[in-house]
């Protein structure tokens, strides 16, 4: 059973253009929410998360919206720029088990120029 | 180096045979996680330490999975009687612990394959 989903395995997206990554989530216990990038060949990075009690948290050209009632979360990227171009994975987790992340299946994001 | 550090970056193996993966964390990380990524699926958790004591380890698949952090630094994945559905890139990570908020630093991973 997935507990977070990513739907769209791959976006792509012209440079300087938004980039919309969407997750979802089916556990009502997660309530701290974290996008990670991994290029090939590389771990997965820590990118930008949010705690249940925001519905958006901003780090530059990264935001990260959360919609509780939907069990919805998104990542915009503006502007895309080539170098953003990556798998992106959603993860969740509870507040009785913080330390425990459950990730998504990842979107590939392409960002031509 | 400053990153978390794995060993092997690649290790290719017969069914049956045991094998050992080693994570070097960050210099002063005081948890440490292991997670399984199987081609097209994102990180599953395997099991967690604080410290030298496995704090979480309910993503062990099986018995045959076994991890340890005996000095509560470096840590083992040990795998015996491998299979092919154990072929992944095994990923370590560190953090500081309480507080990290799921901040987790990962190495580069360890790809297994299992003919």
């Known amino acids: 059973d997935q507990q977070v989903k990513q739907n769209s395995p791959s976006l792509s997206v012209q440079e300087g253009r938004i980039s919309i990554l969407n997750c979802d989530y089916t556990n009502s216990m997660f309530d701290y929410f974290l996008w990670y990038k991994k290029y090939p060949a590389e771990g997965p990075t820590f990118l930008i998360s949010?705690?249940?009690?925001?519905d958006k948290n901003e780090d530059g050209r990264f935001t990260v919206f959360l919609n509780k009632s939907a069990k919805h979360l998104s990542l915009h990227i503006v502007p895309s720029q080539p170098g953003d171009s990556a798998v992106y994975f959603c993860a969740a987790s509870a507040v009785h088990n913080t330390d425990k992340l459950i990730f998504g299946t990842g979107t590939r994001l392409q960002v031509f120029p | 180096g400053a990153g978390v550090s794995q060993t092997p970056s690649n290790k290719v193996t017969e069914k049956g045979k045991y094998v050992e993966l080693r994570c070097d964390p960050i210099s002063g990380h005081t948890a440490l996680y292991w997670y399984r990524q199987s081609l097209g699926q994102g990180p599953e958790f395997l099991i967690y330490?604080?410290?030298?004591?496995?704090?979480?380890d309910s993503g062990l698949p099986n018995d045959r999975f076994f991890a340890v952090r005996p000095e509560g630094s470096v840590s083992t994945l040990k795998i015996q009687r491998t299979e092919r559905g154990d072929s992944a890139v095994y990923l370590c990570?560190?953090?500081?612990?309480?507080?990290?908020?799921?901040?987790?630093?990962f190495g580069e991973g360890s790809r297994l394959t299992v003919l």
């Open positions: 330490f604080q410290g030298t004591g496995a704090a979480d």
């Open positions: 990570a560190s953090s500081r612990g309480q507080g990290a908020y799921g901040e987790l630093f």
């Open positions: 949010i705690s249940s009690i925001k």
